[in-house]
């Protein structure tokens, strides 16, 4: 048999937490949907949970398994995976390692198991090659203050940030500048990079990252949307909290984009004061919504709020089956902390944003969407802080919610992100973008593998 013609086994390796595991999940499927043999490394907590996940796409034949690792608590602790991870290549012999960015360490696993390591970062192009350049050229030392705008050097479209919307160890030396070095360095020391993006949506930055970070990259997403029907949708990350068919009749009744959805995200966790503040200005924009709060906040809602707004807002408590909410029709925009998935799903599914980044990489993708893409509108969020995020007032979110569900340039923004819809379906269609550079990947990988 040429290497051409025999069987790819790939490892996926996730970093457990929803905004990771969720897309490397997808990316399983999409390889296994190729005719790969999938296997996704999990600690025994999360096995059976993306089991069932998968089980529709195994039932059509996909070759899709779960592997149980020991996962230490602690996320310094990721490296003590090595031994178990070293073990589990060494008793099934994948052809290559796709595993996550805060598993840097993974580089040298697949090196001394002969195997090729790719790295995924689970954001776009756009957003870590800014990152990079920040970090590279630490324009944010030549501002006086931390509300003065710098210019990102040497990066595409005159891009300005401040010193506030970057992370604490990017402005100064804290134990996680380390580790965002490691990930930095093992991005290039990788075999290369699957970017969960398509090429259409940021050409310019897909070409600095390859061109100017010298990077060797794959955009093979959306990838929820290339899993469509082959995934269940409603437990996407974690059980859903409501029953779908209530949750899509509720919004079967409402008129095409009139609907806000408000979701932040696995991680976002809001105090009291913040949560009564969105509560006044949902019910102050007048639009209908959808709010995700999660289970252990419902008892910081404003006293008889629910009740009050009974049909005219939906609350979830926990978690939400976001990608089939989003695909609905009744949806006019979604408030997110802009956490890349949320970002795409928005994108995948025409809905224009409103922007409330909170931290990680969200202040970088605000600017992508609001700048570049022009798919939405800041809520006035300024400010980078870890979970609880910058407090924003009642009166900002309603304006914000008013305009871009109704405002001057709602339907001018709306045409754009159902545009940029349809070119996210033709990119994973067959002989789309996307489509191409995983065909290009795997092929790449069979020349590879003896
Ligand atoms: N998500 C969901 N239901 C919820 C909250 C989140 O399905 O109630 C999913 C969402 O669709 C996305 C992921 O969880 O795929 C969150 O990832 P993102 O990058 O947006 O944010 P993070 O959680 O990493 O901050």
Redesign the pocket.
């Known amino acids: 048999m040429t290497s051409q013609n025999r069987q790819l086994h790939v490892f996926f390796f996730p970093f457990m ?3 990771h595991s ?1 897309p490397i999940i997808d990316l399983a499927i999409l390889f296994a949907g190729k005719g790969v043999k999938s296997t996704i490394i999990a600690p025994p907590s999360d096995a059976a949970h993306i089991s069932k996940v998968t089980e529709k796409a195994r039932n059509s034949g996909y070759e899709v398994d779960v592997l149980d690792i020991e996962f230490p608590v602690a996320e310094a602790a990721t490296k003590l995976l090595k031994r178990p991870l070293e073990d589990l290549i060494r008793q099934h012999r994948p052809h290559c390692l796709v595993s996550d960015i805060f598993f840097p360490w993974t580089n040298d696993v697949a090196a001394a198991s002969g195997i090729p390591r790719i790295l995924f970062h689970g954001t776009c192009a756009f957003s870590f090659s800014a990152m990079e350049h920040v970090l590279l050229y630490e324009p944010h030392k030549n501002v006086s203050s931390d509300s003065e705008p710098f210019l990102i050097p040497n990066f595409p479209g005159d891009i300005k940030l401040t010193r506030s919307q970057l992370p604490e160890f990017g402005k100064q030396e804290t134990g996680f500048t380390k580790l965002f070095n490691e990930f930095i360095e093992s991005e290039s020391k990788s075999f290369g990079v699957i970017v969960n993006s398509f090429y259409e949506l940021e050409p310019v930055y897909a070409d600095h990252h390859t061109n100017f970070l010298g990077r060797k990259a794959w955009h093979v997403g959306p990838v929820s949307l290339s899993t469509k029907g082959i995934i269940d949708k409603t437990n ?2 974690k059980q859903s909290s409501i029953d779908e068919n209530k949750c899509l009749n509720w919004l079967n009744l409402k008129e095409p984009n009139s609907v806000v959805y408000v ?1 932040f ?4 966790d809001f105090d009291s004061c913040q949560l009564i503040e969105i509560a006044k200005g949902l019910e102050a924009s007048g639009q209908s919504f959808v709010w ?1 709060v999660r289970n252990e906040k419902e008892k910081l809602l404003p006293e008889g709020f629910e009740r009050k707004m009974e049909g005219k807002g939906l609350i979830i408590r926990g ?5 089939l909410i989003l695909e609905n029709e009744a949806i006019g925009a979604f408030v997110t ?1 802009c ?4 970002v795409l ?1 928005a994108v995948s599914t025409g809905v224009p944003v409103i922007t409330w980044p909170v931290a ?1 990489e969200q202040f970088y993708n605000e600017k992508l969407l609001t700048e570049i893409l022009k798919i939405g509108l800041g809520v006035g969020a300024r400010k980078w802080k870890r979970l609880v995020g910058d407090f924003v007032r009642s009166e900002a979110i309603e304006k914000a919610v008013r305009e871009v569900i109704m405002g001057e340039c709602a339907v001018v923004m709306r045409n754009r992100a159902k545009r940029l819809a349809e070119m996210a379906k033709k990119a994973v269609e067959n002989g789309g973008s996307s489509d191409s550079h995983l065909n290009a990947l795997i092929g790449e990988l069979k020349s590879l593998s003896p």
């Open positions: 937490a929803p905004g969720i996407r990350g979701c995200g696995s991680m976002a995700v978690w939400a089956p976001q990608v902390h956490g890349w998935n949320s799903e990680a």
